[in-house]
Each structure stands twice: as C-alpha cells, then as structure tokens.
T-cell receptor, first 114, second 109 residues
Framework: DAEITQSPRHKITETGRQVTLACHQT?????MFWYRQDLGHGLRLIHY???????NKGEVSDGYSVSRSNTEDLPLTLESAASSQTSVYFC?????????????FGPGTRLTVL | QQQVKQSPQSLIVQKGGISIINCAYE??????FPWYQQFPGKGPALLIA?????SEKKEGRFTISFNKSAKQFSLHIMDSQPGDSATYFC????????FGTGTRLQVFP
C-alpha cells in the first residue's frame, strides 16, 4: 500500500545544531508540503514543492529549507535550530496543483530544541 | 494573520449528542473547504470537504453547512460517539491550504 513516512519520529537536539527531518512518500504525488503544528496555531505551512527541483516558501519559512531531488522525498532542514522551532512537524503530499485534492499526512516528527 | 478562525477551542459532548464546530473566513478567493480529523499521535486525515456552490454536504453522521454570504462554515457530528474524540481542523484553500487552529472534541459515554 502507498504511504507517507517520516523519520525520525522523535528528535531532541541542541540550539544551533543543524537538523534534517526526512519525508518519503510512495504515492508518486507531485505535491509535497511541510507543516508545523503548535497549540493555538493549528497547522502552519513551512515549505512546499509542486515537483522535482521546485520549492516554495510558506507562511513560516524563516530558519527552514527544503530541496526536492526526486518525486518521493522532501527533506526539511533546520539550518541552526532554535528553541522556537520546538514543535511537531508534519509532511503531506497530494496529487496535483490547483485540483483541490486531498492531502495525505505522515505520522509526524516531534522535535525538541534544548 | 489568522485567515481561518475556528471555534470553540475545545468541546465536550455526551454520547449521542450533536457536536458543532464553527469556522469563519475573510478571503473570498477561497473555493475549497475541507475538514481534517486528527487522532492523538497521528497525522490529520481528510474527513469531509465542500465547495462554495453548495450549502450543505452530508457523509454519514458528518455534515458541513456552508454560508457563503456570511463567510462561515461549520461541521456537525450527529449521534457523537466516543470514537469521534479527536482534534478537528477546518481549512480553506485558494492557492494554498490554510488551516484553522483546531478544536479538541471529547465525547463521553
């Protein structure tokens, strides 16, 4: 069965370290998204991609970067982790641009920055 | 800037009761309004969605009511069950999906 996975599921790191969160989908979807979930804020879009070599900034992109070298993966990098980036991170994918298609979410990565 | 306002933040309902969650938006370019359901420790999953050309959509016990002129939409869960206990997010999309802040629903037997 097609799925979307995230790793690691839990991560503790220190302020200033670079951290990369992995996202892998086997749906063969063109669109991939990264969100962070914080109490009182819901889900906020960090970065998104509509295909290989395409990346775009979302609402809360400062301090984060992504790259898309293939269809299946969209890793999220925190260049220099800050305590404000402690959150639960969700990756999602969907079929096509502008089609108002369902987004399929991964199980999330809980990141703690000390 | 919160483009989709959701209320209440939390909701406690007795088994068999009706759960109602409300959302409001400002951007008239939004043309797709999904609701996502999230269980603890899991990612959100699409529950039901509506487009603004209809005023209501029903799937089983779940109904979306949509008021275009008031720029409001709501989720109604009829005959609420303990298994419905989860966090619910409304969302709206123009070029990107914008989520509300979420409602934690607890259904007690």
């Amino acid at each position: 069965d097609a799925e979307i996975t995230q790793s690691p599921r839990h991560k503790i790191t220190e302020t200033g370290r670079q951290v990369t969160l992995a996202c892998h989908q086997t749906w063969n979807h063109n669109n991939m998204f990264w969100y962070r979930q914080d109490l009182g804020h819901g889900l906020r879009l960090i970065h998104y991609s509509y295909g290989v070599q395409d990346t775009n900034k979302g609402e809360v992109s400062d301090g984060y970067s992504v790259s898309r070298s293939n269809t299946e993966d969209l890793p999220l990098t925190l260049e220099s982790a800050a305590s404000s980036q402690t959150s639960v991170y969700f990756c999602a994918s969907s079929e096509s641009v502008g089609g108002r298609n369902e987004q399929f979410f991964g199980p999330g990565t809980r990141l703690t920055v000390l | 800037q919160q483009q989709v306002k959701q209320s209440p933040q939390s909701l406690i309902v007795q088994k068999g009761g009706i759960s109602i969650i409300n959302c409001a938006y400002e951007n008239t370019a939004f043309d797709y309004f999904p609701w996502y359901q999230q269980f603890p420790g899991k990612g959100p999953a699409l529950l039901i969605a509506i487009r603004p050309d209809v005023s209501e959509k029903k799937e089983g016990r779940f109904t979306i009511s949509f008021n275009k002129s008031a720029k409001q939409f709501s989720l109604h869960i009829m005959d609420s069950q303990p298994g419905d206990s989860a966090t619910y997010f409304c969302a709206a999309e123009a070029d990107k999906l914008i989520f509300g802040t979420g409602t934690r629903l607890q259904v007690f037997p």
